[in-house]
């Protein structure tokens, strides 16, 4: 299955079944770049993640941002919107998100898990908000991180 398009996290996607998806950093002038261990990743990716409802998912992440009170990078960003330069860094940073869907919860979990490892190989870390490594021990067959 291919990929959406880059849409503003506040925009609904009219999708409510299981998908795999990315979640990045922006300003008019494109992907903010993200400095990590290995290298710099120029798309700006704060988070890969899977789910069985993309719709409930993008909720509970912006209540996270807002509130503190949804998804665990949503309530992580809350902190760093809050406590962190980085609205001063980037003050017309914004959001956006893309997503695959996939044929079940299954599916969507194991290229949650194939994305972030490829990341990893690349960067040698996890992106940002993401907090753990699915499957840290399975096999580590990775889709193209870059």
């Not at 795999?20 to 993640?49: C, H, K, M, N, W």
């Not at 001063?88 to 893309?98: G, I």
Request: charged share 25%.
């Amino acid at each position: 299955m291919s990929w959406s398009e880059w849409q503003p996290l506040a925009k609904k996607s009219g999708y409510a079944g299981p998908a795999a998806y990315e979640v990045r950093i922006v300003t008019v002038a494109g992907p903010i770049p993200v400095p990590r261990f290995l290298a710099i990743d120029q798309r700006g990716l704060l988070s890969i993640g899977e789910t069985g409802n993309l719709d409930s998912r993008r909720q509970a992440f912006i209540r996270g941002m807002e509130t503190c009170s949804g998804h665990s990078e949503g309530n992580l960003l809350y902190y760093l919107l809050r406590h962190s330069p980085l609205k001063k860094v980037h003050p017309e940073h914004r959001l956006e998100y893309r997503f695959r869907k996939e044929s079940d919860k299954a599916a969507a979990k194991l290229a949650e898990e194939r994305m972030i490892k490829a990341y990893i190989r690349a960067f040698g870390e996890v992106p940002p908000i993401n907090s753990a490594i699915p499957d840290r021990y399975g096999s580590w067959e990775c889709e193209d991180a870059r």
